[in-house]
Each structure stands twice: as C-alpha cells, then as structure tokens.
C-alpha cells in the first residue's frame, strides 16, 4: 500500500544519509544490519521516482566504496577481509540480481548508477559486482 511504500522510502533516505556522509564504523554497522537488501527491494520498487532510486543506488556504491577503501587504508587481512565481507553481502542479499532488474530502466541516471556499481562505470574493478550482461526484456 502507498503508506508502506511512503514509509519505506523515507526509511531509504536515512539510511542513504548515514552512508553518504557518515564514517566507517557506522556503515559498517549499516551492512551488519542487513539493510543491504532491504535498500535493493526499495531501489526496485514499481514506479518509485527515479531521485529516489539514484540516491539509493548511490549509497549502495558508497558501502562497496567503503569496503574498498577500506582494503587501501590498512594493509592487514582485516581490511581485506572487509571488503570481501562487503561484496558478499550484495551477493548473500541477491543485491546483485535485484540490481540487474534495472539496468533497462527508463531514467539514464538510473542505468549509469547501475553499471557503476556491476561494472563499465569509471570505479575502481574492485568495486564492481560483476553483474550479468544486459539481456532486454527482462
């Protein structure tokens, strides 16, 4: 019903303003939360404005980012391991998959924020997903 989505999208918000300008330990405690994939099911959601959805995706490339960074900042397995954490969190989650499903949509800003997070988008290879080429009409 419109109320769940008006409540999830303002949800969606927040938490893309904590991982837009927040630290480390608090995205950190983001993806422990598991709200990885409960930001892909709203970044999906039937006719939801496309503003929305790019700021949701942008934060999803912020945790990968950080995951990333993460690795550069120390040189210990720890960090490593971070980012390997990371990225399987958008695989366990089915972000991948989810994210995929919006590769044709219909607003440009959409579709670039998503090859940049499965790849071909100007980020570091680390980052990327490696998301399933495009296959129209799916």
Same mark, same amino acid.
Do not use: M, Y
């Given at each position: 019903?419109?109320? /769940?989505?008006?409540?999830?999208?303002?949800?969606?918000?927040?938490?893309?303003?904590?991982?837009?300008?927040?630290?480390?330990?608090? @995205?950190?405690?983001?993806?422990?939360? /598991?709200?990885?994939?409960? !930001?892909? /099911?709203?970044?999906?959601?039937?006719?939801?404005?496309?503003?929305?959805?790019?700021?949701?995706?942008?934060?999803?490339?912020?945790?990968?980012?950080?995951?990333?960074?993460?690795?550069?900042?120390?040189?210990?397995?720890?960090?490593?391991?971070?980012?390997?954490?990371?990225?399987?969190?958008?695989?366990?989650?089915?972000?991948?998959?989810?994210?995929?499903?919006?590769?044709?949509?219909?607003?440009? /800003?959409?579709?670039?924020?998503?090859?940049? @997070?499965?790849?071909?988008?100007? !980020?570091?290879?680390?980052?990327?997903?490696?998301?399933?080429?495009?296959?129209?009409?799916?």
């Amino acid at each position: 019903d419109s109320s /769940d989505v008006s409540a999830q999208k303002e949800a969606a918000w927040t938490i893309a303003n904590v991982i837009t300008g927040g630290r480390t330990a608090q @995205i950190c405690a983001i993806v422990d939360a /598991d709200f990885v994939a409960p !930001l892909c /099911d709203v970044a999906t959601t039937h006719n939801l404005e496309p503003r929305t959805v790019t700021v949701v995706l942008s934060a999803l490339v912020g945790i990968l980012k950080e995951g990333v960074a993460s690795k550069h900042l120390e040189a210990s397995a720890a960090a490593e391991l971070t980012e390997q954490a990371f990225r399987a969190v958008f695989e366990v989650s089915g972000a991948r998959v989810k994210l995929e499903k919006l590769r044709f949509h219909h607003d440009s /800003d959409v579709v670039a924020k998503v090859e940049t @997070i499965c790849g071909s988008g100007g !980020l570091p290879e680390a980052l990327f997903l490696n998301c399933s080429p495009p296959t129209p009409g799916c």
